[in-house]
């Protein structure tokens, strides 16, 4: 899944350590999220979604 939370987080200026606190999740998580290597779960891509007032939609997309 393709997903455009880095530049989110950094249109924010937020730091990865930050968003990770924010989410109550690992740095290592943030990292593995942001470069496609794990998918997150649903409540926390809602969460997500949440601490940057958007959809789902707007952070995550299928791969082709």
């Known amino acids: ?3 455009a939370l880095a530049q989110r987080r950094q249109e924010n200026g937020w730091s990865q350590q ?3 606190d ?5 740095r290592q ?3 593995s999220i942001e470069k496609g290597r794990y ?3 649903l409540p926390l891509a809602f ?4 601490v940057f ?3 789902i ?3 995550f997309t299928p791969d082709a």
Do not use: F
Not at 22 to 26: A, K
Not at 47 to 50: K, V
């Open 1 to 3: 899944m393709e997903n």
């Open 18 to 20: 930050r968003l990770a």
């Open 22 to 26: 924010e989410l109550g999740v690992s």
């Open 29 to 31: 998580t943030v990292i």
């Open 39 to 41: 998918d997150p779960s």
């Open 47 to 50: 969460r997500l979604a949440e």
């Open 53 to 55: 007032h958007c959809r």
């Open 57 to 59: 939609e707007d952070l």
